[in-house]
T-cell receptor, first 112, second 114 residues
């Protein structure tokens, strides 16, 4: 089955710790995206990558970092510099010259 | 003013009702319009995708785009309790320099009660 997987589904961390969220796709898509979703605020773009070894900051990149070493994988690290990290994180991908994005199931991160 | 406005609801309807969900936008360059359905604590799922103006139908769902009014709609006929979810509109302009960024509405919460 082709799709996007995110792990873990739930993640709990103490303040001051970095944490890495996993995103893998087997759709052979070139572009991948990370979004953050907070209640009542819709989706906000954190980082995106059009091809391997290249990525760009989105609207709210501060306190986050990414890497894109393989086409299938786009991990997101939430650093201790992110002031308000508790949120629902969504990974998406796009390919085939099309515009629509396909989403993974999300990771809910809680930092206390 | 946000680029895409969407009433957050909640919208509560009885089973079998026709549901109308709407978004307005300000950027006349938007050409591609999408509707996503998101169940609680899940990732958004692509429902409908349209290009430019016009209607598109898929089963009980109809997407409408009126570019002259900068207004898009999603109609759900014979609504079911399983349609209860948050519906997100999304849109973007023609490809420009290899950069593709979807602009999302905040989502409308729909509840269909038996």
């Amino acid at each position: 089955d082709g799709g996007i997987t995110q792990s873990p589904k739930y993640l709990f961390r103490k303040e001051g710790q970095n944490v890495t969220l996993s995103c893998e796709q087997n759709l052979n898509h070139d572009a991948m995206y990370w979004y953050r979703q907070d209640p009542g605020q819709g989706l906000r773009l954190i980082y995106y990558s059009q091809i391997v070894n290249d990525f760009q900051k989105g609207d709210i990149a501060e306190g986050y970092s990414v890497s894109r070493e393989k086409k299938e994988s786009f991990p997101l690290t939430v650093t201790s510099a992110q002031k308000n990290p508790t949120a629902f994180y969504l990974c998406a991908s796009r390919g085939g010259g099309r515009y629509e994005q396909y989403f993974g199931p999300g990771t809910r991160l809680t930092v206390t | 003013q946000k680029e895409v406005e969407q009433d957050p609801g909640p919208l509560s309807v009885p089973e079998g009702a026709i549901v109308s969900l709407n978004c307005t936008y300000s950027n006349s360059a938007f050409q591609y319009f999408m509707w996503y359905r998101q169940y609680s604590r899940k990732g958004p799922e692509l429902l409908m995708y349209t290009y430019s103006s016009g209607n598109k139908e898929d089963g009980r769902f109809t997407a409408q785009v009126d570019k002259s009014s900068k207004y898009i709609s999603l109609f759900i006929r014979d609504s079911q309790p399983s349609d209860s979810a948050t519906y997100l509109c999304a849109m973007n302009p023609e490809f420009s320099g290899g950069y593709n960024k979807l602009i999302f509405g905040a989502g409308t919460r729909l509840a269909v009660h038996p």
